[in-house]
């Protein structure tokens, strides 16, 4: 009797390693799955925090464009009014000398 108790626990003992090795494998195994997840999630996240990068930098890239455009325009403009200014008085002051040469 003793026997069949001993082959009793070592079939209970077996049964116990096989389960617990083989929960073991299920744990590596999820672990592994959710690792890889992770992986992926996080991938995925990076690449959607990119995209959210690049749009905000095009869309800031076209406002100073704009703002450069316009800046440009103002320049060109002020500059034009210089210059047509600068022409009157040039005008002015040849006129004043024709005027000064003819009387004297």
Same mark, same amino acid.
Do not use: A, R
């Given at each position: 009797m003793a026997k069949e108790i001993l082959e009793k626990l070592e079939e209970i003992e077996k049964s116990a390693r096989e389960s617990f090795e083989n929960s073991q494998k299920d744990i590596n195994s999820n672990i592994d799955n959710l690792k890889k997840d992770l992986e992926v999630k996080? %991938?995925?996240? %990076?690449? +959607?925090? +990119?995209?959210?990068?690049?749009?905000?930098?095009?869309i800031e890239k076209e406002e100073l464009k704009k703002s450069l455009e316009y800046k440009i325009t103002d320049m060109k403009d002020k500059s034009d009014k210089l210059s047509s200014s600068?022409?009157?008085?040039?005008?002015?002051?040849? $006129? $004043?000398v024709k005027n000064i040469v003819m009387k004297g």
């Open positions: 996080f %991938v995925e996240e %990076v690449k +959607k925090y +990119k995209e959210e990068l690049l749009n905000k930098l095009e600068f022409h009157k008085k040039m005008d002015t002051i040849l $006129e $004043e």
